[in-house]
């Protein structure tokens, strides 16, 4: 998290809210990013996608990697062209591993027992953390920081509201995405496809829709947003490690649970409820139960509330 | 990847060998493998000594890599192709009778071999001192079995993915390891200290057996991915406890000089009382290694013999149903949570069992012991052996854990590989293929069926669980 000025007395207060306010909806930008993969995964093959959170992390390994060829080797300057590049390569390259991953690991599973996708799962991600592992080595990964000039917003002396431009880039990319997400979900026969299958996937495929296409489809989409989340923390936090996916990875299948799972707006809205609560949480109670806390908000929801703040409740049919 | 070489048999192959099209198949997978790995395999990140990251090429081992892609796609094309025109049919799904035949003669056949084994390897080593490194290894292997066995019951049995079942190794270890060095310091109790373990043996289990209990009450609604989460949430929230509550668990430090097993309150100790003395032999170090070795043949022995049993009781028959339909297990009158709660409870206990031998074991634990990725090893050995499946869980233990132990060894293996080759590095990426692997060849592991442990004879045979359709539940 960045910034945390030690609470004045009685001064500084407001200015404090705000600054963890706007670093609450940062790191939610980028849990609403990784939640929409679960989401939109589990809506149409009800299946929880272990691995999404380890793609998460090899995305920003792919960031790190493309940005330090195009600077190092190819020799490009500018940060925006530079950024631009490793963005759209990052987007393409997971999209691409996520669609060998459904192809080959999960595809030959559907209608195999309830247990296998879930199982096979769990192995694509302990096979993804380690292949990280394996052939970039285990230490923390650095990057110079970049984009570190802030923008004063109100406060004087010690007590500043300040929005740094990476936070700036971060917000603006996951609302432009998200919207040209949510034009392809809702405007074009692909999203109706999608919609489709999610609803009656054999109905679908007897009027002519190609289920296993959809499927894949939403795969490739799910990882490219990922990959841009990935991007967005590797800008952020400037560091990225092999076991970096983990957590985070169930801390969007948090929000994803938190917002009701197969509901696309609930993803967000619940990423950015988890970023706002673990940044108070730090900034208030304590920063070492952090994690405590999104796992037991985790545990509460899907005990008391399956169905999250906007999803549908679950009908069982026999 | 090299799941991409699955049998994903492409539908566009035609039967007749067609060299071309699985060329082009092959080349196809070469692009897509060239795309994935080019950085990610092609270049190595190195931080200079400014603590800059700069790009190493890796161009043969990209292009290694590649080409097995290539080769092994090309392969298995011609492999499918080959098989859908000689076998007509699909081959049965259903594990060789051999094997299950085997599995039942098991039991008596391991326990003869793991008593013996040490005997073996002394034996055969001629002395007490170098043979320390097999029986260790026999010690850690015989863990493994005894954790796969345990979530075996809730798994494999009644059917619940129980992803925090190294939470209940945790909550016996630290058991052990708190009760055993905070109450010999009682005034009074300083008696007690050579039987400490065997006092907290049980008091382990029973608290990780309280503990199913407690952290299965929840989650008894919970179905099939939700539940493997909330678990997960659990044994995550337990290590994160153990790590920031400093004041009792010594926090990431963790609890070190844990009091050792005694023999029956004999300890393994030079001194006059000791246990070498007590019996006129020579003092050895390896008495104690050899006596933990013969401690968990008992535990592993115990969680065999009492697992086996139960499945035989109606309560081990109502896991089964469960695993099988929890609607129709519901509907057909059986206690849904009664069920769920003993399932959860008893392999807690045995969880609990395993981790206070840990703790006596190793005299040191901290929460780095008791990660989601022991949890995982543990799934993965009991998923990989076969779902309820007892055999299966030693072979895939054997194969895991002992598999990269034993080619660290080997040294030929140093001279292809180059001289800081260590295959350990590489099991857990094993695991992971293999994971996926197994569940694309054979959903139910290797040596697994759905035969209800106990049938109406001959008769009702006639309509094997392999036949039927499986509910969702």
């Known amino acids: 998290m960045a910034g945390q000025p030690s609470l004045g007395q009685g001064q500084g207060i407001v200015e404090y809210f705000a600054q963890q306010l706007i670093n609450g909806v940062t790191l939610g930008s980028i849990y609403g990013l990784i939640a929409i993969g679960y989401t939109m995964v589990f809506g149409i093959i009800g299946m929880v996608n272990f691995a999404h959170g380890d793609l998460f992390m090899v995305s920003s390994f792919i960031a790190l990697l493309v940005f330090l060829f195009v600077t190092t080797i190819v020799g490009i300057t500018s940060l925006f062209i530079t950024l631009t590049i490793v963005l759209l390569a990052s987007m393409f390259l997971t999209s691409l591993i996520n669609w060998v991953i459904e192809k080959s690991a999960y595809r030959p599973l559907r209608g195999s027992f309830r247990l296998a996708p879930l199982i096979s799962a769990i192995g694509m991600s302990i096979l993804l953390m380690n292949f990280i592992q394996v052939a970039q080595g285990a230490r923390n990964k650095p990057l110079a920081p970049m984009l570190t000039d802030v923008i004063k917003i109100a406060g004087e002396g010690n007590f500043v509201v300040a929005i740094s431009y990476k936070q700036i880039v971060i917000v603006a990319v996951t609302a432009l995405l998200l919207a040209v997400f949510w034009y392809l979900v809702q405007r074009t026969p692909l999203g109706r496809a999608q919609r489709a299958c999610e609803q009656d996937s054999r109905m679908a495929a007897l009027l002519g829709i190609n289920v296993d296409r959809t499927i894949s489809i939403t795969f490739v989409m799910g990882a490219a947003l990922a990959a841009v989340a990935g991007t967005m923390y590797l800008v952020y936090y400037g560091v990225v490690n092999f076991a970096d996916g983990f957590v985070p990875g169930v801390k969007a299948f948090t929000a994803a649970v938190l917002g009701g799972i197969g509901s696309l707006p609930g993803a967000v809205v619940g990423g950015l409820l988890i970023g706002l609560i673990e940044t108070f949480w730090s900034a208030y109670f304590s920063i070492e139960y952090k994690d405590v806390a999104a796992f037991s908000i985790l545990a509460v929801v899907l005990i008391f509330m399956p169905q999250g703040l906007l999803g549908k409740p679950e009908v069982e049919k026999v | ?473």
């Open chain 2, 1 to 473: 990847m090299a799941t991409m070489q699955s049998p994903a048999a492409d539908p566009a192959m035609k039967p007749g060998l067609d060299y071309g099209a699985a060329f082009k198949d092959a080349c196809l997978a070469g692009i897509i493998a060239f795309l994935i790995f080019g950085l990610l395999l092609g270049y190595e990140t190195q931080q200079t000594l400014t603590n800059q990251i700069i790009l190493v090429p890796r161009t043969m081992l990209l292009a290694g890599v590649v080409a097995i892609v290539v080769i092994g796609r090309f392969l298995i094309n011609l492999w499918s192709a080959h098989r859908a025109q000689t076998l007509k049919t699909a081959p049965t799904k259903t594990t060789n009778p051999l094997l299950l035949k085997l599995e039942a003669q098991a039991g008596p056949a391991f326990l003869i071999a793991a008593v013996l084994f040490p005997a073996i390897v002394i034996i055969a080593n001629g002395e007490l001192q170098s043979s320390r490194y097999l029986v260790d290894l026999g010690i850690l292997l015989l863990t493994y079995v005894m954790l796969g066995w345990g979530l075996n019951v809730v798994v494999g049995l009644a059917g619940l993915l129980d992803l925090g079942y190294v939470a209940f190794y945790a909550v016996g270890a630290y058991t052990y390891a708190l009760l055993a060095t905070t109450l010999v310091k009682l005034p009074g109790l300083e008696w007690l200290a050579p039987w400490m373990f065997w006092i907290c043996l049980p008091v382990s289990g029973l608290l990780a057996a309280l503990w199913g209990v407690i952290l299965g009450f929840p989650v008894l609604r919970l179905r099939g991915d939700y539940l493997a989460i909330v678990t997960l949430a659990f044994g995550e929230i337990i290590r994160l406890v153990l790590i920031n509550w400093v004041d009792v668990t010594n926090g990431g430090a963790g609890i070190s000089s844990i009091p050792r097993p005694t023999f029956f309150g004999l300890p393994f100790s030079a001194a006059d009382n000791g246990f070498a003395a007590t019996f006129g032999i020579t003092f050895d170090p390896m008495h104690r290694i050899i006596f933990l070795y013969y401690v968990i043949v008992a535990l592993a022995a115990v969680t065999f013999i009492v697992t086996l049993r139960l499945r035989r009781l109606p309560i081990g028959r109502a896991w089964e149903a469960l695993r099988e339909d929890e609607i129709a297990c519901r509907s057909l009158g059986i206690n849904t949570t009664n069920t769920k709660l003993t399932a959860f409870s008893i392999g807690a206990m045995f969880g609990g069992f395993a981790g206070c031998f840990f703790a006596a074991r190793q005299g040191f634990i901290s929460p780095e012991s008791f990660v989601f990725m022991e949890s995982a090893i543990i799934l993965a050995i009991v998923v990989l052996g076969g779902l309820g499946s007892m055999l299966g869980v030693i072979i895939a233990t054997m194969v895991l854990i002992g598999g990269p132990e034993m080619l660290r060894n080997v040294e030929s293996l140093r001279l292809v590989f180059g001289s800081d080759f260590d295959p350990t590095k590489y099991r857990m990426l094993i695991l992971g293929i293999g994971m996926v692997l197994i569940m694309i060849w054979k959903p139910r592991g290797l040596i697994s069926t759905r035969e209800p442990t106990v049938t109406l004879g001959k008769k009702a045979q006639a309509i094997s669980g392999d036949f039927v359709k499986e509910g969702h539940g």
